[in-house]
Nanobody
Framework: VQLVESGGGLVQAGGSLRLSCVVS????????MGWYRQAPGKQRELVAV????????NYADSVKGRFTITRDNAKNTLYLQMNSLKVEDTAVYFC????????????WGQGTQVTVSS
């Protein structure tokens, strides 16, 4: 399983960005996907997760009401719509996919930089 993120960039506070993560070869064995972020000098933290089929989502308190996670299994793609961005949202954002096997396997993308300026 390979994950490739895109959509990061530089945006002013209050602006919006949409991140995408394409999963190859497919999401057929992926039971859960999520977005994590890591700011300089900080640990990687959960931003949002979504189960297969999109039936259940969970968000970090810091992004609730501003970010929306969705997935399109037909396109093998995970999205993160980020609105009302704040300077503190600046980080490298990573896509994660949990592959269902006898023992679950975590897969990570290479990350995409999001920088929010004041």
């Amino acid at each position: 399983v390979q994950l490739v993120e895109s959509g990061g960039g530089l945006v002013q506070a209050g602006g919006s960005l949409r991140l995408s993560c394409v999963v190859s070869p497919s999401t057929s064995r992926i039971k859960e996907m999520g977005w994590y972020r890591q700011a300089p000098g900080k640990q990687r933290e959960l931003v949002a997760v979504i189960t297969n089929g999109g039936g259940s989502t969970n968000y970090a308190d810091s992004v609730k009401g501003r970010f929306t996670i969705t997935r399109d299994n037909a396109k093998n793609t995970l999205y993160l719509q980020m609105n009302s961005l704040k300077v503190e949202d600046t980080a490298v954002y990573f896509c994660n996919a949990v592959e269902e096997r006898l023992a679950d396997i975590d897969h990570w993308g290479q990350g995409t930089q999001v920088t929010v300026s004041s």
